[in-house]
């Protein structure tokens, strides 16, 4: 089956730093993919969609400039929060899409990674 | 997309049928139903996604009305690794370009001994 996995799966950082997830499909090629936060007792939120060599859309509310979203290759994509606040603190989770749709057509998601601002 | 309506939480015990209903009143023509679950502190899973027929997988039945304005996930023999929050998801087509995921509070099912 589609494996999609995050590193890391969980970090610690200081305040004003930034951190970079990356997430990767590990046995298709992924066209798109899809960032989400969840933070404690809450639903998953969609924070921006990624497709392969373009620009990330991001939904409304989320800032692109602190969110950076890179899809350089059809096997990754990377998350960089810049100057992390303790705010940010969150279960970020990816998903990724194959580009077969008629084969893939459900969403795999990663086992996410959780952050910690001190 | 389409919102949808799930009842916060759900009980079941082992063993036992566990029929999940959701309500999509105001799903278009061209969207689909979706459910995924999410075990605590995990990411999300997928489980199965129809669009008007019945359809059942190694996982779960998805039931549709006729009308499509509700559905029923059915796990036929839950055990207690199924605790989780269940997702009803309406969206686009797989692939289409209105093709987005968006979560709503889900149902918490607990499976009891």
């Known amino acids: 089956g589609a494996v999609v996995s995050q590193h890391p799966s969980w970090v610690i950082c200081k305040s004003g730093t930034s951190v970079k997830i990356e997430c990767r499909s590990l046995?298709?090629?992924?066209?798109?993919m899809f960032w989400y936060r969840q933070f404690p007792k809450q639903s998953l939120m969609l924070m921006a969609t990624?497709?392969?060599?373009?620009?990330?859309?991001?939904e409304q509310g989320v800032e692109k400039d602190k969110f950076l979203i890179n899809h350089a290759s059809l096997t990754l994509s990377t998350l960089t929060v810049t100057s992390a606040h303790p705010e940010d603190s969150s279960f970020y989770i990816c998903s990724a899409r194959a580009g077969d749709w008629s084969s893939y057509n459900e969403q795999f998601f990663g086992p996410g990674t959780r952050l910690t601002v001190l | 997309d389409a919102k949808t309506t799930q009842p916060t939480s759900m009980d079941c015990a082992e063993g036992r049928a566990a029929n999940l209903p959701c309500n999509h009143s105001?799903?278009?023509?061209?969207?689909?139903v979706y459910w995924y679950r999410q075990i605590h502190s995990q990411g999300p899973q997928y489980i199965i996604h129809?669009?008007?027929n019945n359809e059942t997988n190694e996982m779960a039945s998805l039931i549709i009305t006729e009308d499509r304005k509700s559905s029923t996930l059915i796990l036929p023999h839950a055990t207690l690794r199924d605790t989780a929050v269940y997702y009803c998801i309406v969206s686009g087509t797989p692939g289409g370009s209105n093709y987005k995921l968006t979560f709503g509070k889900g149902t918490l099912l607990t499976v009891n001994p």
């Open positions: 129809g669009l008007k």
């Open positions: 105001t799903i278009s023509g061209n969207e689909y």
């Open positions: 990624s497709n392969e060599g373009s620009k990330a859309t991001y």
């Open positions: 046995d298709f090629q992924a066209t798109t």
